[in-house]
């Protein structure tokens, strides 16, 4: 046998603004983001200004790229078959809280992934929240291995289209919990649960039917949670 090998530890911190230069606006050429599917590109407050007849605004409501909180995101339709995926991260990322800002436009589904392992290898939390009205939607913890997806779990939220929302996962071992806007939706284990990149998702939609992606933040959890029933049963005391 050779030698063992060593993988260095120290706490995870990735962020992403998507802020960009004019030179790093193409994600196909991205070194940290892989694309899997769909029709990615880099928004900004500037496109929203050339669609807009800024003139008839008033002063007020003219958006203004220098003054804005969130200037750029990123953008996805995915009008083929299957969906699209912009992911990143490595195997041995683990016990952390994944989040993103999401508005959908008028896409079938978006969400957040979560222990990547391959395009084609991870979970996912799904969303259907393309209403044009505040309503129940569903949200959705998959299991996505090659072509079978497994449903986990699923809750009605409130949503509708063209707002922001918050969806974030923490992963603690095997212990799996959803949040929408930091409440939780959905609290389960999973013995796939191993680690794994982070991504963001979308279904369906068009160029006048996309969804947006924004502050993308992955951190190391602080506490650990025990999920094992046999060391609660050795352990905790009812």
């Known amino acids: ?14 962020a992403e603004s998507w802020m960009r230069t004019e030179e790093e606006l193409d994600l196909t050429k991205s070194k940290v983001w892989k694309i899997a599917g769909g029709t990615w590109s880099i928004h900004s407050v ?4 050339r669609t807009l007849n800024v003139e008839a605004l008033p002063e007020a409501r003219r958006p203004q790229m220098d003054r804005s909180p969130n200037p750029f995101s990123v953008s996805c339709f995915a009008d083929g078959d299957g969906g699209g995926l912009l992911w990143t991260g490595r195997w041995f990322w683990d016990d952390y809280d994944a989040s993103v800002s999401v508005r959908n436009r008028g896409a079938g589904a978006v ?15 799904r969303w259907e929240s393309d209403t044009r009205v505040l309503a129940a939607t569903p949200l959705q913890l998959l299991r996505v291995r090659g072509e079978q997806r497994t449903s986990l779990g699923q809750v009605w939220v409130n949503g509708q289209r063209n707002e922001w929302y918050n969806l974030a996962v923490r992963t603690c071992g095997t212990r799996i919990r959803a949040f929408l806007d930091e409440a939780p939706v959905m609290d389960l284990t999973h013995p796939e649960c191993v680690g794994g990149g982070v991504g963001v998702y979308v279904e369906g939609g068009g160029e006048e039917a996309q969804a947006y992606f924004d502050d993308v933040d992955v951190r190391t959890i602080h506490r650990l949670d025990y999920t094992s029933e046999a060391w609660t049963r050795r352990h905790v005391r009812a």
């Open 46 to 49: 500037r496109e929203d200004v």
């Open 1 to 14: 046998a050779g030698a063992p090998a060593v993988q260095p530890l120290q706490p995870l911190s990735f």
């Open 111 to 125: 969400g957040l992934a979560f222990n990547v392992m391959a395009p084609d290898d991870y979970f996912l939390l």
